[in-house]
T-cell receptor, first 114, second 111 residues
């Protein structure tokens, strides 16, 4: 079991381009969470998804950001028309979605907007 | 929303020393986890502990849910313990929804 896999590890985008971040949860996990970490700050919740459903997107910016977790394949966090303020580390976590289950995080994607 | 406060914000130790990190939260929780973010940025789950006490090697944690705090104990610290320790909680509906993180305690262990 390779754990939670995120790719790419590092991503550089020019202002105005699109960024696509991928997350494959641990085998058997059907719940996926995305978090953003700005430099020298804690982690901020963005979105919680189950297969084909967005359960809680209360932390997602209203514009330019979207997330999906299709029936097949990884979860995708998409940022359109990136700006310098989007530069951050984006972490994905997964869980079984059961009481008593801890969350497992991936290694993160470091997005740099130039 | 819920407030999660961690103390101290920074902690510097000599190798071999013991330490206690604290997490206070402002509302009842049904999920509390401790994480260690190492200097390379990797987040490692240390404990799932909404109540009670757990131990794993040199680390142990206690959550007193009725008084809304949790403690993480590190004994005989090693340089590899350096990094940021986060407490994170979920409250309200299910125990497996969004986690709200504290600001973290930055631990530096010197040889």
């Amino acid at each position: 079991n390779a754990g939670v896999m995120q790719n790419p590890r590092h991503l550089v985008r020019r202002r105005g381009q699109e960024a696509r971040l991928r997350c494959s949860p641990m085998k058997g996990h059907s719940h996926v969470y995305w978090y953003r970490q700005l430099p020298e700050e804690g982690l901020k919740f963005m979105v919680y998804l189950q297969k084909e459903n967005i359960i809680d997107e209360s932390g997602m910016p209203k514009e330019r950001f979207s997330a999906e977790f299709p029936k097949e394949g990884p979860s995708i966090l998409r940022i359109q028309q990136v700006v310098r303020g989007d530069s951050a580390a984006y972490f994905c976590a997964s869980s079984l979605g059961q009481e008593g289950d801890g969350y497992t995080f991936g290694s993160g994607t470091r997005l740099t907007v130039v | 929303g819920i407030q999660v406060e961690q103390s101290p914000p920074d902690l510097i130790l000599q190798e071999g020393a013991n330490s206690t990190l604290r997490c206070n939260f402002s509302d009842s929780v049904n999920n509390l986890q401790w994480f260690h973010q190492n200097p390379w940025g990797q987040l490692i789950n240390l404990f799932y502990i909404p109540s009670g006490t757990k131990q794993n090697g040199r680390l142990s944690a206690t959550t007193v849910a009725t008084e809304r705090y949790s403690l993480l104990y590190i004994s005989s610290s090693q340089t590899t313990d350096s990094g940021v320790y986060f407490c994170a909680v979920a409250y309200g509906g299910t125990s497996y929804g969004k986690l709200t993180f504290g600001q973290g305690t930055i631990l530096t262990v010197h040889p």
